[in-house]
């Protein structure tokens, strides 16, 4: 793959994919009156790599044998990912418009129950990463070639079972893994050195025996050459941190905590649609 010559055309492809993302976010969760806005933001723009491209997987096909697994651990930030696959034609989009309604298939968390695309169901921090080392192993023993992804939030990295996964995969060489942490540096209550400090962070799971690749999660060619780009060292598995905005998108939502809990009103509603617009021009 030509990275140089192909740039700047899957680029544009992905941001007018996280766009859209963001935009059915935004009215699914002020339909629903719900919340998790800025996580489901601050990775809109790796969802829209992963699933533009990076990802073997199909939509058609969503069991195919062969596929990636792509495990959403931080599952609060569904929104998100349903939109994303919505899109992406795991089903249809008019499904988003029951988000988080009495009766419907897409829950407050991340569910795999009659939601095509969806591997696990998850929204208990801390836990996704284990699974995804067990997914991994599977496919190591079986000889399958399918690769497993698990996209975290910073804060759930304060769980001790993360840590667990985390020396778990380099002792089993599980090169087949990739953690991409959401870093946007903000949890429930507030900023995360300030609850928990996780400095220094690349050094941790270094030291702990992953590869590790710290990029601007808001930089399409830099995520898309560093997915593109694992295993990073063979025997190792791969983590991805990505330094993130919380809100991205939206101004008045970004790098605030306001928007972990809160959905917008009407006035909020009419501005974030403006700006969000206005990108899509």
């Known amino acids: 793959m030509n990275l140089t010559s192909t740039a700047p055309v899957s680029a544009n492809r992905h941001a007018v994919l996280a766009q859209k993302i963001r935009l059915h976010v935004l009215k699914m969760i002020q339909r629903a009156k719900s919340s998790h806005i800025g996580t489901s933001y601050s990775m809109a723009d790796l969802l829209a790599v992963l699933y533009g491209g990076v990802l073997r997987v199909d939509s058609q096909r969503p069991a195919w044998p062969e596929r990636d697994r792509f495990i959403l651990s931080k599952g609060h930030g569904c929104a998100g990912l349903y939109a994303t696959l919505a899109e992406a034609g795991f089903f249809p989009l008019d499904w988003l418009d029951t988000f988080y309604q009495d009766g419907s298939r897409l829950m407050g968390h991340i569910s795999h129950t009659g939601v095509p695309g969806v591997e696990f169901s998850t929204g208990s921090l801390g836990h996704g990463l284990s699974i995804g ?149």
Request: proline share 4%; aromatic share 10%; charged share 25%.
């Open 133 to 281: 080392c067990g997914v991994a192993l599977a496919a190591k023993r079986k000889a399958d070639s399918y690769r497993t992804f698990v996209l975290l939030s910073d804060g759930e990295c304060d769980e001790g079972s993360i840590w667990e996964a985390a020396l778990f995969a380099p002792h089993h060489r599980l090169d087949n893994l990739v953690a991409i942490i959401d870093y946007n540096k903000i949890q429930s209550l507030g900023r995360v050195d300030e609850i928990l400090n996780l400095e220094p962070f690349g050094a941790k799971w270094e030291s702990f025996g992953w590869s590790v690749r710290e990029i601007d999660g808001h930089d399409f060619n830099q995520i898309e050459s560093t997915l593109s780009s694992v295993p990073f060292e063979p025997g190792k598995p791969s983590c991805i941190v990505a330094h993130t905005v919380k809100g991205k998108g939206v101004g008045f939502m970004e790098n605030t905590v306001l928007w972990h809990y809160r959905s917008p009103n009407d006035e909020e509603m009419r501005q974030a649609l403006s700006e969000l617009n206005a990108g899509c021009s």
